[in-house]
Antibody
Framework: QVQLVQSGAEVKKPGASVKVSCKASGYTFTDYNMHWVRQAPGQGLEWMGW????????NYAQKFQGWVTMTTDTSISTAYMELSRLKSDDAAVYYC???????????WGQGALVTVSS | QSALTQPASVSGSPGQSITISCTGT?????????VSWYQQHPGKVPKLMIYAVSNRPSGVSNRFSGSKSGNTASLTISGLQAEDEADYYC??????????FGGGTKLTVL
């Protein structure tokens, strides 16, 4: 069965960077784009962007351009999302989610809580 | 890309039907049949309920249905049950090959 297993919770200081990983199993990793979505405490879902593990092509939401980097390591079926220059309002749960052809998200990672605090 | 517009909250009694709207533009909801809906219980991971406007994934109850008219998509839940109480989010493909979510709707089952 399809599984997306994310790295654990992180605590970062303002101005630092965080890198979250997402290990995929149960399907051919290069056949599906990987999207990243975040959810601040008590807030809604916010789409951050996607990466094609097959080509390395990325598409970031305008808000995150220049600030987020998405990469993959196809040898270990793992996607990464790195967010730099963290601010307090970047504190959120960050999800990886598999993008289906019909533009929906059919499988989600368990989420990685990122806390930003001095 | 602005978030899609959803009502902040809706409510209904057990057995009733409710509808949640999701309004976008011709660059997203109105331009593509790629609207999806997600259910999220507190502290849980979002779950896909509807994709491509009106399709249900395997395992999702047929009490959940989706539709679209112009720039507005809708999720209808019939025969409300206590377990349906959750937050619901719509999402759409956009003209820049991006995705956008709605602000979310809290469903309360009275």
């Amino acid at each position: 069965q399809v599984q997306l297993v994310q790295s654990g919770a992180e605590v970062k200081k303002p101005g630092a960077s965080v890198k979250v990983s997402c290990k995929a199993s149960g399907y051919t990793f290069t056949d599906y784009n990987m999207h990243w979505v975040r959810q601040a405490p008590g807030q809604g879902l916010e789409w951050m962007g996607w990466i094609s593990p097959n080509s390395g092509e990325t598409n970031y939401a305008q808000k995150f351009q220049g600030w987020v980097t998405m990469t993959t390591d196809t040898s270990i079926s793992t996607a990464y999302m790195e967010l730099s220059r963290l601010k307090s309002d970047d504190a959120a749960v960050y999800y990886c989610t598999r993008g289906e052809v019909g533009a929906h998200f059919d499988h989600w990672g368990q989420g990685a809580l990122v806390t930003v605090s001095s | 890309q602005s978030a899609l517009t959803q009502p902040a909250s809706v409510s209904g009694s057990p057995g009733q039907s409710i509808t949640i709207s999701c309004t976008g533009t011709s660059n997203d909801v109105g331009g593509y049949n790629y609207v999806s809906w997600y259910q999220q219980h507190p502290g849980k991971v979002p779950k896909l309920m509807i994709y491509a406007v009106s399709n249900r994934p395997s395992g999702v109850s047929n009490r959940f249905s989706g539709s679209k008219s112009g720039n507005t998509a809708s999720l209808t839940i019939s025969g409300l049950q206590a377990e349906d109480e959750a937050d619901y989010y719509c999402s759409s493909y956009t003209s820049t090959t991006s995705r956008v979510f709605g602000g979310g709707t809290k469903l309360t089952v009275l």
